[in-house]
């Protein structure tokens, strides 16, 4: 199948980065390479950085890449500090972060990511380590009811979760629409016609396989550590729980002193680290989202270091 990718709000992207044309630029999610291009289009002198941890990625990126000045790196975002060591980079000028499931991995069937089509059960993004079906046949009702819980905003966990284990009692569970028929089972059925009752366990059984939330919270503290003063951080978040670590983390290093509201004087030294570009999160406009319908959830937020 093609790497397909349409780059969600690439021109807010473009923007919000304000590239410097002999700058240093990271795109930690490369992906097809839609977003990185076109930062790397921009430069002269300057150099982007793709980071992915999807073979298939690294290998289409660095094909649409090849004229251009980037190198595309395998790895996981949050080793983007060692990375840049490892070039000889001491800064960036600008770090893009698109987060979540890449188009290709959704419409890639074997891939396992889809509630749509019957495919092996694996949900990998490396293509390495734990997958969903050992997931899905090993952890226990309580480990699954939790990260239903919690990575879903499944309030129908324990009932999934018990489904789960009660036909894995039986056989393992091998592919997506086994795992879909049982979850279906597991919600009453007033809400099976509602709509699609997939869709939040499989991000959270996602979530978990990718320990992505794990490796969210290291890679915005090696994200913003590593750039330059008036560097700035784009990132795009696809589901509010992700949203929130993005959020809370921007308004931290936006706080100045942080004692006691009692405390006559500060005492702490505290001074902000940075500033939000936009306090508001840039969504997709009617435009963008009749051309590409999978950008209805995406929320940018951007923070230039003080």
């Given at each position: 199948?093609e790497?397909?990718h349409?780059p969600?709000?690439?021109k807010e992207c473009?923007?919000g ?5 002999d700058?240093?630029y990271?795109?930690?999610t490369c992906?097809?390479?839609g977003?990185?291009r076109?930062?790397a289009?921009r430069?002269s002198?300057?150099?982007?950085i793709?980071i ?5 990625a ?5 094909e649409r ?8 790196v ?15 980079i001491?800064?960036?000028d600008?770090i ?7 188009s ?7 891939r396992g990511?889809?509630?749509h089509?019957d495919?092996?059960?694996d ?11 050992d997931?899905v046949?090993t952890?226990?009702?309580e480990q699954l009811?939790k ?17 789960i284990?009660?036909h894995?009692?039986?056989k393992p ?6 795992l879909a028929e049982?979850i279906?089972e597991?919600?009453?059925?007033k809400?099976?016609r509602?709509?699609?009752p ?5 991000q959270?059984?996602r979530?978990a396989?990718n ?5 969210l919270?290291k ?8 750039l330059?003063?008036?560097g700035?951080?784009c990132?795009i978040?696809f589901h509010?729980?992700?949203d929130?670590?993005v959020?809370q983390?921007?308004?931290s ?14 005492i702490c030294?505290?001074t902000?680290?940075g500033r939000?570009?936009n ?5 997709a406009t009617?435009e963008?989202l009749?051309?590409?319908?999978r ?10 270091k003080?």
């Amino acid at each position: 199948m093609e790497f397909t990718h349409i780059p969600v709000l690439l021109k807010e992207c473009i923007e919000g980065l304000e590239i410097k044309p002999d700058g240093i630029y990271f795109d930690g999610t490369c992906g097809g390479a839609g977003h990185s291009r076109e930062i790397a289009k921009r430069l002269s002198g300057g150099q982007l950085i793709g980071i992915d941890r999807d073979p298939d990625a690294v290998k289409i990126a660095s094909e649409r890449l090849k004229e251009l000045p980037a190198r595309v790196v395998r790895g996981n975002y949050d080793e983007i500090s060692e990375i840049a060591a490892e070039l000889n980079i001491s800064g960036a000028d600008g770090i893009l972060l698109d987060l979540g499931v890449s188009s290709h991995q959704l419409d890639t069937a074997e891939r396992g990511f889809s509630y749509h089509a019957d495919a092996p059960l694996d949900m990998r993004m490396s293509q390495e380590g734990t997958s969903a079906e050992d997931i899905v046949n090993t952890w226990s009702k309580e480990q699954l009811t939790k990260i239903l819980y919690e990575y879903g905003e499944e309030k129908f966990a324990p009932r999934i979760a018990e489904a789960i284990v009660s036909h894995r009692s039986e056989k393992p569970i091998k592919t997506t629409l086994e795992l879909a028929e049982i979850i279906k089972e597991g919600v009453p059925a007033k809400f099976r016609r509602e709509k699609n009752p997939c869709k939040k366990s499989f991000q959270a059984i996602r979530i978990a396989v990718n320990n992505e939330f794990e490796h969210l919270d290291k890679a915005l503290d090696e994200a913003f550590g590593l750039l330059n003063k008036g560097g700035r951080l784009c990132i795009i978040t696809f589901h509010s729980l992700e949203d929130r670590i993005v959020k809370q983390r921007f308004a931290s290093w936006c706080r100045g002193c942080t004692c006691p509201p009692d405390f006559p004087v500060c005492i702490c030294g505290n001074t902000p680290k940075g500033r939000l570009v936009n306090k508001k999160p840039y969504e997709a406009t009617p435009e963008e989202l009749e051309a590409n319908p999978r950008s209805r959830s995406a929320k940018l937020r951007i923070i230039e270091k003080l």
